[in-house]
């Protein structure tokens, strides 16, 4: 499905992480991927590269510096001359954003949540806009997202910025869409990563997942959650733009408890 495909996967940071996996799925359905890593966690991305089928590279990137997008850029033009897709698996809320003290958070933790997890969704796409036009068959660009549509316990300023993270997506669509390159975002169910460690009472939400998903949910595998990001990284979507795709066992179709 990915044969030959030339992709960016950010987001690494151990073999926990959703993007780990969709890394380790893309080099079995043929895909080159080359991961990204940043500041005091690039040690650890650094060896989980080293743990995929076949070991990847790690390029230095802080997604809030314009000078490491154009870093990026400029390697992946001499590396591959051209990218195929990208993923966004990139989230952060300083604590005070999070847990239960959403009336309390200062505004400087909100605009931190949001810049980093919703706006730079266009910063990363716009910085690799010309790699991603001459991308076989068109482009993509896939982001990760956890269902905006309403609030949720604990969630606070990181639901917020999913749901500026949703309409950022729709709205980068309609721009880089006449130049062939396409934006989706997978809402995935709750999965035991280390973003997810770092939410006092991520239990109370797997938790409801195993009352309302008709299916069920394994908090888990992010397997099913990659094997998705990958077939809207492939060929086989490409006339699908602005779309969410809920992978989440169903909860989200159910109006409570099934
Ligand atoms: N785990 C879940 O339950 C869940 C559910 C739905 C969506 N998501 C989303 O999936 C994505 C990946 O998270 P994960 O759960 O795999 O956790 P993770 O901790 O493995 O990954 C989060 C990544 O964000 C990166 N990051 C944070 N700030 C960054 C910055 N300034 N520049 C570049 N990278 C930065 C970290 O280095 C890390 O690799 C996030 O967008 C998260 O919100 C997670």
Redesign the pocket.
Known sequence: MLSGRRLLI?????R????WEVARQAQELGAEVVL???GR?RRM?DRAAGQLPTPADVLE????KADDIAAVATELESRWGRLDGVLH????APADALGGEFMNTPPESAELAFR??AY?LKALTAGLLELLERGEQGGAVV????DATVAWPIYDW?GVS?AALEAVARYVARDVGPRGVRVNLV?????E????GGIPGFDQLAEAWRTQAPLGWDTADPGPVAATVCFLLSPAARAITGEILHVDGGFHAMGTAV
């Open positions: 950010t987001g690494v940071v151990n926990k992480s959703i993007a990204t890593g940043f966690g991305t990137l802080d997604v809030n698996a990139i989230a952060f980093t997890s730079s982001g990760l997202d956890f990181m999913k809402a995935a169910g709750p999965l990563t280390l973003a997810a």
